[in-house]
């Protein structure tokens, strides 16, 4: 069976970090792009950030950039995203999403056909 765990998530206060962790099962991550997305409640799902699995990195979008980085570690089949100095902001269901080789350009949903279930942080004021 193939799919997508996500888990690390948590409730912390602003100011806080957390590390949550994407873990491929029934396939490797080495030929994969793998894109972390977040949604809130009555927003649509948007992009965070993205590794090809060359290991470039893709940014979709302003709000975490000098506070998330993405990393990935293939012996472990595991793909990172590290939350720094947290904001209510940025409180949501995360999930990781994964495509053959290349980041999507813009951060469609629709470019990743792999997907997990998701995992909720939420950040207190």
């Known amino acids: 069976q193939v799919h997508l765990v996500e888990s690390g998530g948590g409730r912390v206060q602003a100011g806080d970090s957390l590390t949550l962790s994407c873990a491929a099962s029934?396939?490797?991550?080495?030929?994969?792009?793998i894109g972390w997305f977040r949604q809130a409640p009555g927003k649509e799902r948007e992009g965070v950030l993205c590794?090809?699995?060359?290991?470039?990195?893709?940014s979709y979008t302003d709000s975490v950039k000098g506070r998330f980085t993405i990393s990935r570690d293939n012996a472990k089949n595991t793909v990172y995203l590290q939350m720094n100095s947290l904001k209510p902001e940025d409180t949501a269901r995360y999930f990781c999403?994964?495509?053959?080789?290349?980041?999507?350009?813009?951060?469609?949903?629709?470019?990743?056909?792999?997907w997990g279930q998701g995992t909720q942080v939420t950040v207190l004021p």
């Open positions: 590794i090809s699995s060359s290991d470039g990195i893709t």
């Open positions: 999403a994964g495509a053959l080789w290349y980041c999507s350009g813009y951060g469609d949903p629709r470019d990743y056909d792999k």
């Open positions: 029934g396939f490797t991550l080495d030929d994969y792009a």
